[in-house]
């Protein structure tokens, strides 16, 4: 499987399964990166795949960084979720953080970022490391996974935090 195809896949399945678990029923639209949802009326607002939020840098040059998965509620308060998988590199988690950083200083606390990083054994930046440079994120979870058809291994912990935030907001 190719990186970015897992990431992909992860993305999916989380789309889908925050679809069921905070989302309208019969609300989802599109796959992939078009994939969408509204939220439940109690929480008002939107799930969507690639989700784009805008920063300013010092120098006023204006900035879009894409989320793997964006939610926003209808408060204005918005969730970006980053993934990480088998492209695990440092220069990512750094480039992700970057961006954090900036994003969270454009949007202030409208913005609650979580780094989502299912590390396999052996391959890629380890979790401790990876963990230290996303330091901008508001919350890093880090997940052996040996093999992602598992979803029992990793699915409940994401979920638990995600909605965790997204019903405190």
């Not at 840098?57 to 209808?74: M, N, R, T």
């Not at 590199?89 to 992700?96: E, I, L, N």
């Not at 396999?120 to 040996?146: K, M, S, W």
């Amino acid at each position: 499987m190719a990186r970015e195809e897992s990431e992909g896949l992860v993305r999916d399945i989380l789309i889908k399964v925050l679809a069921e678990r905070i989302g309208e029923p019969g609300t989802i639209r599109g796959e992939g990166t078009s994939a969408s949802f509204t939220l439940k009326a109690s929480l008002g607002g939107t799930c969507r795949a690639e989700g784009t939020l805008d920063y300013t840098l010092p120098d006023g040059l204006a900035v879009s960084h894409k989320s793997d998965i964006q939610i926003e509620l209808g408060s204005g308060r918005y969730f970006a979720l980053e993934l990480k998988h088998l492209s695990a590199v440092p220069d990512q988690f750094k480039a992700r953080s970057y961006d954090m950083l900036h994003l969270k200083r454009t949007l202030g606390n409208r913005l609650y970022g979580i780094m989502i990083y299912l590390h396999v054994p052996g391959v890629g930046t380890g979790i401790e490391r990876a963990r230290a440079i996303c330091y901008p994120f508001d919350h890093f979870l880090g997940i052996e996974v040996r093999n992602l058809t598992e979803l029992k291994s990793w699915i409940p912990p994401i979920i638990e935090k995600i909605e965790g935030a997204v019903m405190q907001a």
